[in-house]
């Protein structure tokens, strides 16, 4: 079986791990700074606080963003469900602008068109979570220029996207947005096993995480509002969670991130190979726009709307790990309990039924991608 994604795991990854565990520390030791230290300079950020999972680093994003019962968070119906989940987590409502059809990331036009009309009605949203699809960043300054406009917080969900460029920074700068969070799932471009990160300009947002992570508990005298009167002293200042990563997985993190541009350079090889190949096949693909370097966490093809289900069918036979990013997060029963129906957001819907995503992962042989592209060829003939 080629999977869809695959972490790529070296010997130097295993011996970072080995060496926290044979420190005395496993977790809330010095390998967590490490790990922030290395994204936040990698990215251009201010600040980086790693937590346990990309989830988490959107719950906290959104409590960081003061939402809550009554608020709003827009993001992509093009998304797992986490990027919408998030508001959820904090009693906020949840709406979607519509994808565009070539980039398959939240549409500049559809978000303008859309505020104005939340402009006219009262119902701004508190803010938008733009999502970087596959890795290629969104319009970041036209959204960060209808964010100012409209007084709404921008929210990166960059989980695809670490090691993308948007002009000439780095993804996760933070240029257009309050601030942006990773995912370190193992199909994602780098792995902490499990974890994330939210990585931001804004010192009071950095720190309101940081204190949230781990209970809502500060040390920081500077914090307290009552009297430091000794060393055993803490103040719990907000109703935080338990969402720190463990030195374990910092460890792998930052092992991984000197690795970080050769994963996305291999990426960025294996999806010019595809697209050299399909240019003869009926099918589209993701256009990344000019002043946009891709990271590449997924290759998604669209197939004429009645082939999709048997080529993914085929292929799957054919041991090749096609899937399938995303179902519009609107159409799911949760969701459709808040009342979306199809219909409500049309590119996202008609991108879907043809959508398919082929293997990419930064170990996959030029072998391996000429059998998937065998192998579609066939089931596409
Ligand atoms: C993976 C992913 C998440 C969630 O990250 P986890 O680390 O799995 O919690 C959120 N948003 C998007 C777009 C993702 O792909």
Redo the contacts with the bound molecule.
């Keep these: 079986m080629i999977p869809y994604g695959h972490q790529w795991i070296s010997e130097d990854d295993i011996a970072a791990v080995e060496a926290v565990l044979r420190s005395d520390f496993l977790t809330q030791g010095p390998a967590i700074e490490r790990f922030e230290t290395s994204v936040a300079e990698y990215c251009g950020a201010a600040y980086a606080v790693a937590v346990c ?4 680093a ?1 719950h906290l994003s959104c409590l960081a963003l003061g939402l809550g019962a009554g608020s709003l968070l827009w993001t992509s119906p093009n ?2 469900v ?2 919408a989940n998030c508001a959820r987590y904090v009693g906020a409502d949840v709406n979607f602008v519509d994808i565009d059809p070539d980039t398959y990331n939240m549409s500049v036009d559809a978000l303008a068109a859309k505020l104005e009309r939340a402009e006219r009605a009262g119902r701004l949203p508190t803010a938008v979570a733009p ?1 970087h699809f596959g890795g290629a960043s969104c319009d970041m300054a036209a959204i960060g220029e209808l964010a100012r406009k409209y007084n709404v917080r921008v929210l990166e ?1 960059a ?2 996207a670490i090691g993308g460029r948007y002009g000439d920074a780095r993804v996760g700068s933070c240029e257009h947005s309050d601030m942006a ?1 990773f ?3 193992p199909v ?1 471009i780098v792995t902490s096993g ?3 990160m939210v990585v931001t300009n804004n010192a009071e947002i950095a720190s309101y995480v940081r204190d949230l992570r781990t209970h809502g508990i500060t040390r920081d005298t500077e914090k307290m509002r009552g009297v430091n009167v000794g060393g055993w002293y803490y103040e719990q200042l907000y109703l935080g969670l338990n969402y720190r990563m463990t030195d374990i997985q910092a460890a792998l993190g930052t092992s991984q991130m000197t690795r970080i541009d050769e994963f996305v350079t291999r990426r960025n090889e294996i999806a010019a190979r595809y697209i050299a190949a399909l240019d003869g096949l009926p099918v589209r693909w993701q256009q990344v726009p000019e002043g946009v370097y891709s990271a590449y ?1 997924l290759f998604v093809i669209e197939l004429e709307q009645h082939r999709r289900a048997v080529v993914y069918d085929a292929l799957r036979e054919a041991g090749i790990g096609v899937n399938v990013h995303y179902i519009p997060v609107h159409l799911q029963p949760y969701y459709i309990g808040f009342g979306f129906s199809l219909g409500m957001f049309p590119n996202a819907e008609a991108y879907y039924e043809r959508a398919l995503t082929l293997p990419l992962y930064p170990a996959m042989t030029d072998a391996d991608v000429d059998t998937v592209l065998a192998a579609l060829a066939s089931a596409l003939a």
């Design positions: 999972n990309g989830t988490a959107l998304t797992f986490a990027s999502v969900d989980s695809h969070v995912s370190f799932h994602k499990e974890g994330g966490h």
